[in-house]
């Protein structure tokens, strides 16, 4: 069963405007939710966590909201750049486990 | 750049042969952890070390699979007799539970 889903393979968007990458959870014990970005052949890269106790964090063109009533999240990033072409993961993690755990992914498409 | 590096970077391998992978990190995590990503989808948990100490294995981990931290410094991923389904992309993070960097992964193709 999966507990970190992303149900959009895909998304297009125009260079410029904002992008939304949604992510739902089952699991209410999760302490952090992490957002990464995966380019072909390389390891993710880590872009920004929340902690369950806040409902919004912000680090330059990246902010992520959380909704834990109804254990959904978002990434937002505006304005959207060619660069940000890529596979973005959702992930969560609970202190007493550490592991991550991991969507299976949306692949952003930033068109010019 | 992470400062989490691991080789070699690809690796073939016909069916039934041994592998194994290396994980050096940043030196002033003590927390190392193993991932595998196959095609399609996110990278799954294989096991982590506190130092030295190997704390967690998920049942992903086959008898096959044994990895070592050996002085809590670089980590090794072994893979005994090979099987097709291993064809993956091996990752290994560092950080804790709110952050956790990974290296550029080491592909395993197996024939």
């Known amino acids: 069963d999966q507990q970190v889903k992303q149900n959009s393979p895909s998304l297009s968007v125009q260079e410029g405007r904002i992008s939304i990458l949604n992510c739902d959870y089952t699991?209410?014990?999760?302490?952090?939710f992490l957002w990464y970005k995966k380019y072909p052949a390389e390891g993710p890269t880590f872009l920004i966590s929340i902690s369950s106790i806040k409902d919004k964090n912000e680090d330059g063109r990246f902010t992520v909201f959380l909704n834990k009533s109804a254990k959904h999240l978002s990434l937002h990033i505006v304005p959207s750049q060619p660069g940000d072409s890529a596979v973005y993961f959702c992930?969560?993690?609970?202190?007493?486990?550490?592991?991550?755990?991991f969507g299976k992914g949306t692949r952003l498409h930033i068109l010019p | 750049d992470t400062g989490v590096s691991q080789n070699p970077r690809h690796k073939i391998t016909k069916r039934g042969q041994n592998v194994t992978f290396r994980c050096d990190p940043i030196s002033e995590h003590n927390r190392l952890y193993w991932y595998r990503q196959t095609l399609g989808q996110g990278p799954e948990f294989l096991t982590y070390?506190?130092?030295?100490?190997?704390?967690?294995k998920s049942r992903l981990l086959s008898d096959r699979f044994s990895a070592e931290r050996p002085k809590g410094s670089f980590s090794t991923l072994e893979i005994q007799r090979t099987e097709q389904g291993d064809s993956a992309m091996y990752l290994c993070g560092q950080g804790a539970t709110d952050t956790q960097y990974f290296g550029p992964g080491t592909r395993l193709t197996v024939l």
């Open positions: 699991n209410s014990m999760f302490d952090y």
């Open positions: 070390f506190q130092n030295e100490a190997q704390l967690e």
């Open positions: 992930a969560a993690s609970a202190i007493l486990h550490d592991k991550i755990i």
